[in-house]
């Protein structure tokens, strides 16, 4: 019950971009590899009403899930990369890795199923925008927000 309770608190956190999403960097393993999970099975449903399907449905919703955790995996690995770059950039004082990780996956949480749905929906281009766009803004405005605080605590004499 308390992991369940943590899950849904980190969803929460996740749902505006601003200081306190920054404290996602700190997350448990299990909770953003449940993100991860969350995202998948998301994509899957909204894939599955769009997809026609030539097998099974059970066998079918399983694999896309897999290829769909897969992919994603490999998207937050080139993001993490990026998300990285940029944070040692904005910050006087970089994130290592193991940090930067979990805070791109909470980036996506509802960035990339969202731009999936539009994808999906034939807005092709805005899918993709949203994909992207949602996610430089998550990952970049708490940062933003972080560093432009900092900045006013400590007022020059």
Same mark, same amino acid.
């Given at each position: 019950?308390?992991?369940?309770?943590?899950?849904?608190?980190?969803?929460?956190?996740?749902?505006?971009?601003?200081?306190?999403?920054?404290?996602?960097?700190?997350?448990?393993?299990?909770?953003?590899?449940?993100?991860?999970?969350?995202?998948?099975?998301?994509?899957?449903?909204?894939?599955?009403?769009?997809?026609?399907?030539?097998?099974?449905?059970?066998?079918?919703?399983?694999?896309?899930?897999?290829?769909?955790?897969?992919?994603?995996?490999?998207?937050?690995?080139?993001?993490?990369?990026? &998300?990285?770059?940029?944070?040692?950039?904005?910050?006087?004082?970089?994130?290592?890795?193991?940090?930067?990780?979990?805070?791109?996956?909470?980036?996506?949480?509802?960035?990339?199923?969202?731009?999936?749905?539009?994808?999906?929906?034939?807005?092709?281009?805005?899918?993709?925008?949203?994909?992207?766009?949602?996610?430089?803004?998550?990952?970049?405005?708490?940062?933003?927000?972080?560093? &432009?605080?900092?900045?006013?605590?400590?007022?020059?004499?």
């Amino acid at each position: 019950m308390v992991f369940l309770r943590q899950f849904i608190n980190y969803l929460q956190t996740t749902l505006v971009p601003n200081r306190s999403f920054l404290k996602t960097r700190l997350a448990d393993v299990s909770l953003y590899f449940c993100g991860l999970a969350w995202i998948s099975f998301w994509t899957t449903v909204i894939d599955s009403i769009f997809i026609v399907k030539t097998v099974p449905f059970i066998v079918w919703f399983m694999l896309h899930f897999i290829f769909v955790a897969i992919a994603l995996l490999l998207f937050l690995l080139l993001m993490s990369y990026l &998300n990285r770059w940029l944070i040692a950039w904005i910050l006087p004082r970089p994130w290592a890795y193991r940090q930067v990780f979990p805070y791109t996956v909470a980036a996506n949480l509802w960035s990339f199923p969202v731009g999936v749905l539009c994808y999906q929906l034939g807005f092709s281009a805005l899918g993709v925008t949203l994909l992207l766009v949602g996610h430089f803004i998550y990952s970049l405005l708490p940062v933003f927000s972080a560093r &432009n605080r900092k900045k006013n605590t400590h007022p020059k004499s």
